[in-house]
């Protein structure tokens, strides 16, 4: 009976016999651990398995191994973990800039939508040919481009003025204080010859004694001051704020002029769609169509949408 057991291990006849006639005969464990223990006269071949080293598993469900047995084990795992190749990492791509913020007009002649504030005879056409840009309210909807419009006017004369961001709704007087003596340091490094624009996003935010920070630095010319909002600055502005600034009312855009920035995204190498996905990409009439009609005049809608797309 023992017999049978140790050859239904993989043991050879003459081992097992060897085994139990070592141990009595009588258990089939004690043949085993003998078999285990004994030291084998020669290595194997490399090509032929020992013959001691048995599948045991259907046999003993926890074999006992000796500590010294277990730090072996574990540092042979160790070495085979060490010299195995490293995993192949998974290469990510850095977040990219969204489509609408890449398309941003560099200068005014990249503006779509705005002609009666932006053509040669007007305001602001007329302020950027002389190199002469007031202090301005711009009053416009959502998504009509006042931020890209206050960094299309210093693009225009960028040799003579700098522009600074700011936005209501992170900074305070503290924020506004430190820009003006920076401009002071830069005007006096400079010799005067460059001035400073203060572009502040959603002006409405800033109470009235914030707001009338702003007042003393305007009057003396310290800085150019921008300020864009979507509330009616009649309601939400001080009197004072647009005495010293001309009020500018930007027109909602029409789907022409969204289709128009929409095909400027899709012939631009260097800035549009393609960029994303850094293959070029046809969109039908059709698609950009839909976008420009149903965009509700938001120009960063469509654009996003156009990416996504």
Same mark, same amino acid.
């Given at each position: 009976?023992? @017999?049978?057991?140790?050859?239904? @291990?993989?043991?050879?006849?003459? =081992? ?13 464990? *004690?043949? $085993? ?22 599948? #045991?598993?259907? +046999? ?8 010294? !047995?277990? $730090?072996?084990? $574990? !540092? ?15 290469? $990510? ?9 890449? @398309? ?13 504030? #932006? ?7 007329? !302020? /950027? ?33 700098? =522009?600074? &961001?700011?936005?209501?709704? %992170? &900074?305070?007087?503290?924020? /506004? ?47 150019? +001051? ?10 939400? =502005? ?8 001309? /009020?500018? %009312?930007?027109?909602?855009? *029409? ?5 128009? #920035?929409?095909?400027?995204? @899709? ?23 839909? #976008? ?18």
């Amino acid at each position: 009976m023992e @017999m049978e057991q140790l050859l239904s @291990m993989g043991f050879p006849n003459e =081992l097992a016999a060897e085994a139990l006639a070592a141990t009595g005969g009588k258990s089939t464990l *004690k043949a $085993t651990e003998w078999i285990l223990s004994r030291r084998p006269s020669a290595d194997p071949p490399p090509n032929n398995p020992s013959p001691s080293q048995p599948k #045991l598993d259907r +046999f003993f469900a926890k074999p006992i191994i000796p500590a010294t !047995a277990t $730090t072996t084990a $574990t !540092a042979s795992a160790t070495q085979l973990v060490e010299s195995a190749p490293p995993a192949k990492r998974v290469k $990510t791509c850095a977040p990219q800039v969204p489509l609408s913020e890449r @398309m941003r007009p560099h200068t005014l002649h990249e503006v779509v939508g705005q002609d009666h504030l #932006l053509s040669p005879t007007s305001v602001l056409g007329c !302020a /950027v040919d002389t190199n002469r840009l007031p202090s301005v309210i711009l009053w416009v909807p959502p998504g009509t481009g006042k931020t890209s419009i206050a960094k299309a006017i210093v693009g225009s004369v960028v040799s003579s003025y700098r =522009l600074v &961001c700011l936005s209501a709704v %992170t &900074c305070g007087v503290k924020d /506004v204080r430190e820009v003006v003596e920076e401009t002071r340091r830069v005007k006096l490094k400079n010799n005067w010859n460059k001035r400073t624009v203060l572009f502040v996003d959603e002006v409405h935010r800033f109470n009235k004694s914030q707001q009338d920070s702003f007042l003393p630095v305007i009057e003396d010319g310290s800085i150019v +001051f921008i300020g864009a909002t979507i509330e009616n600055p009649s309601f939400h =502005l001080i009197t004072p704020l647009l005495f010293r600034c001309r /009020v500018l %009312t930007l027109n909602a855009l *029409k789907p022409c002029h969204v289709g128009r #920035l929409l095909r400027q995204a @899709m012939e631009d190498i260097d800035r549009g769609v393609g960029k994303s996905v850094e293959v070029r990409v046809e969109v039908k009439d059709d698609a950009i169509e839909f #976008l420009s009609s149903n965009c509700d005049g938001d120009a960063c809608v469509a654009l996003n949408a156009l990416e996504i797309y």
